[in-house]
DNA sequence: CCTGGTGGTCATAAATTTCTGACTTATTGC
DNA sequence: GCAATAAGTCAGAAATTTATGACCACCAGG
């Protein structure tokens, strides 16, 4: 259990660009919503209240740069469009548990 | 390894309050510093470029608040304060760990 | 007594994030 | 043809975060 992985480059912390890429207003709500199942723009917008079109389109762009999401197009004739959980979304499950029993 | 737990209340997602807890520009490079050493106030201000006393003050109270940090007077006659990570901040030492190899 | 360090606070300014409302392209249902 | 849904984009406004500079009290050294 040492700490040495986290100071590597002095002067940089490693985590805090991590925090960076999960923290947002929605991000953490979108990914939770996405463990239980697949998500859709529209979908999203009726579940989250208070949240906008504008930020909920720039988070799933981001957390699927990120690698946590991924989108699918389902059919393209009449628009459907789909956010997939990852392998590297779902590693990230137990991670949250754990935050969670600690604070 | 289920999800149950990740959707106790229906529209609330609890990991999102303990990330906005960790959060904040300066939070997470405290927090690593404070794995390394104790910390002092006008030691951080040297330590962290670009920082400034209002934000690390407000952060130190944060980490304090959520109980990562204790702040620990060691002398009151020549003013001498220290931030000492807790038991609950070293237990989230292996989380930050796992989160790195994955993200 | 003057300068410098420690540990801050306060009001305000600047920067960043988030929200609002209008608008787009394409398809289906009535 | 008309309205509705899907999946967005864009410009500008509002809200939230972070930074700046001034200021305080206390102690120590020269």
């Given at each position: 259990?040492?700490?040495?992985?986290?100071?590597?480059?002095?002067?940089?912390?490693?985590?805090?660009?991590?925090?960076?890429?999960?923290?947002?207003?929605?991000?953490?709500?979108?990914?939770?919503?996405?463990?239980?199942?697949?998500?859709?723009?529209s979908g999203l917008?009726?579940?989250?209240?208070?949240?906008?079109?504008?930020?909920?389109?720039?988070?799933?762009?981001?957390?699927?740069?990120?690698?946590?999401?991924?989108?699918?197009?389902?059919?393209?004739?009449?628009?459907?469009?789909?956010?997939?959980?990852?392998?590297?979304?779902?590693?990230?499950?137990?991670?949250?548990?754990?935050?969670?029993?600690?604070?």
């Amino acid at each position: 259990m040492t700490t040495r992985n986290l100071t590597q480059d002095a002067g940089t912390c490693p985590v805090q660009g991590l925090l960076k890429l999960l923290s947002g207003k929605w991000k953490p709500e979108i990914f939770r919503l996405a463990v239980e199942a697949p998500l859709r723009f529209s979908g999203l917008l009726r579940q989250i209240h208070g949240s906008n079109r504008q930020t909920l389109s720039l988070a799933l762009k981001e957390l699927e740069e990120i690698g946590l999401l991924e989108k699918v197009v389902i059919k393209p004739k009449p628009l459907h469009i789909e956010y997939h959980l990852t392998e590297k979304g779902r590693a990230l499950v137990p991670v949250f548990l754990q935050l969670e029993t600690i604070l």
